[in-house]
């Protein structure tokens, strides 16, 4: 009879301990799967964050080398001589010293328009420089202004972007300072010609 008991209280013993260690083994398992599958899932997110990485380098340099292109294929519109070259800076500042960039580009836009025109000379310096029944095109050629100027930086910079095709100013030909012109030139003007707009100190006209 006390080994009934005895056999009892055995197999008892041992379901509980196969069970408690069936249970030991589920948690150790469960411990060792979250520290692989962590380092799996680091694993794939590096590797997706480096792949991200590469792209966004791919792509920046490659914008890069776009940017480079057009800046290397950008070229002058007009190539001129060093005579042309210094008649434009000299009447820019003479007529537009104290104009801000847009208004120095302003002038040199209609020189080298008068330069593309039939009614006008070939070259920078000779439509400078050009006279009509004995009276100067541009007034800075006889008073001495064009002679004595300090070309500045800013002015160079507004030539700089004429010769490279830069243009805002709708065809005008011809452009006078209204408080400063001679009233007979200005019923001239007015009278047979179109004007255009108004900047700064000058009105320009077609």
């Known amino acids: 009879m006390y080994r009934k008991y005895i056999t009892g209280f055995f197999l008892a013993g041992m379901t509980i301990l196969s069970s408690w260690l069936c249970v030991r083994e589920l948690k150790i398992d469960r411990i060792s799967a979250k520290p692989a599958f962590r380092m799996e899932y680091l694993d794939t997110s590096m590797e997706e964050d480096k792949q991200s990485f590469v792209e966004m380098l791919e792509s920046v340099s490659s914008g890069q080398r776009v940017v480079d292109y057009e800046v290397l294929e950008q070229t002058k519109k007009y190539q001129l001589s060093d005579k042309d070259y210094d008649a434009l800076l000299r009447i820019v500042e003479a007529e537009a010293g104290g104009e801000d960039q847009d208004g120095k580009l302003l002038v040199a836009n209609v020189v080298l328009n008068r330069v593309n025109s039939e009614l006008f000379p070939d070259t920078v310096y000779q439509v400078v420089m050009q006279k009509e029944q004995g009276i100067a095109q541009f007034s800075p050629t006889v008073d001495g202004r064009y002679q004595n100027v300090r070309v500045s930086e800013d002015t160079v910079a507004a030539v700089e972007r004429a010769l490279y095709g830069e243009d805002i100013s709708q065809g005008a030909l011809y452009f006078c300072a209204r ?24 009105e320009f006209f077609q």
């Open 179 to 202: 408080e400063k012109a001679d009233s007979d030139k200005l019923k001239w003007f007015d009278r047979k010609l179109t004007r255009l707009f108004s900047y700064g100190h000058h």
